[in-house]
């Protein structure tokens, strides 16, 4: 069946450093791969989008990557802040299904000042 | 542009009466999509249109629930008769065509719960 899974529940960081982020995916052929942010008692905001023949996209202080060969992609905020602590979700595009995005159930990250 | 913007934010209705949730998507965007949360089951897709046809609605739970886009700048999500498990944070979102580089814009959402 097809999963997508994100590391650990919560995350804790201390302010400054670098945050890395988790999502692998089984049986899915993504034609691309979204992150999002989510804070508590608000819809969902758009962050970055990285298409299968991307590896690495960057904005600001965000890093995305997507391994295909994995299945997997890895989300970075450097130089943390404790304002980017939220819940960030993966999500992909079922492939040839047109705009049908699948969410994982996120990842809470808490930068400690 | 005001966004998604979705109505009401907050819903508190009793088991067996009908629920009406609203949506005006971003001017312009050819897709809009119903979502519901919950923290057992995340966020679930219910129900997609494009250029306001139903594309997919596979994620609907029960004939209980139904959604209609009348127009380009309207969408509705009905739940009748509501039952206590349907309660969860209901989000609408819109997006551009598939080959855009946009991710999608989601609404504030409705919490609906169903006593």
């Known amino acids: 069946s097809q999963k997508i899974e994100q590391n650990s529940e919560a995350l804790n960081i201390q302010e400054g450093k670098t945050a890395t982020l988790t999502c692998n995916y089984t049986?899915?052929?993504?034609?691309?791969l979204q992150w999002y942010r989510q804070d508590p008692g608000r819809g969902p905001v758009f962050l970055l989008l990285?298409?299968?023949?991307?590896k690495e996209k960057r904005k600001e202080r965000l890093k995305v990557t997507f391994d295909t060969t994995l299945k997997q992609s890895l989300f970075h905020i450097t130089a943390s802040q404790p304002a980017d602590s939220a819940t960030y979700l993966c999500?992909?595009?079922?492939?040839?299904?047109?705009?049908?995005?699948?969410f994982g159930s996120g990842t809470q990250l808490t930068v400690l000042p | 542009d005001a966004g998604v913007i979705q109505s009401p934010r907050h819903e508190v209705t009793e088991m067996g009466q009908e629920v009406t949730l609203r949506c005006k998507p971003i001017s312009g965007h050819d897709y809009l999509f119903w979502y519901r949360q919950t923290m057992m089951r995340g966020l679930e897709l219910l129900i997609y249109f494009n250029n306001n046809v139903p594309i997919d609605d596979s994620g609907m739970p029960e004939d209980r629930f139904s959604a209609k886009m009348p127009n380009a700048s309207f969408s509705t999500l009905k739940i009748q008769p509501s039952e206590p498990r349907d309660s969860a944070v209901y989000f609408c979102a819109s997006s551009l065509e598939v080959r855009a580089n946009y991710g999608y814009t989601f609404g504030s959402g409705t919490r609906l719960t169903v006593v």
């Open positions: 999500a992909l595009d079922k492939s040839g299904s047109a705009r049908q995005l699948t």
């Open positions: 049986n899915y052929s993504p034609a691309y």
């Open positions: 990285i298409r299968e023949n991307e």
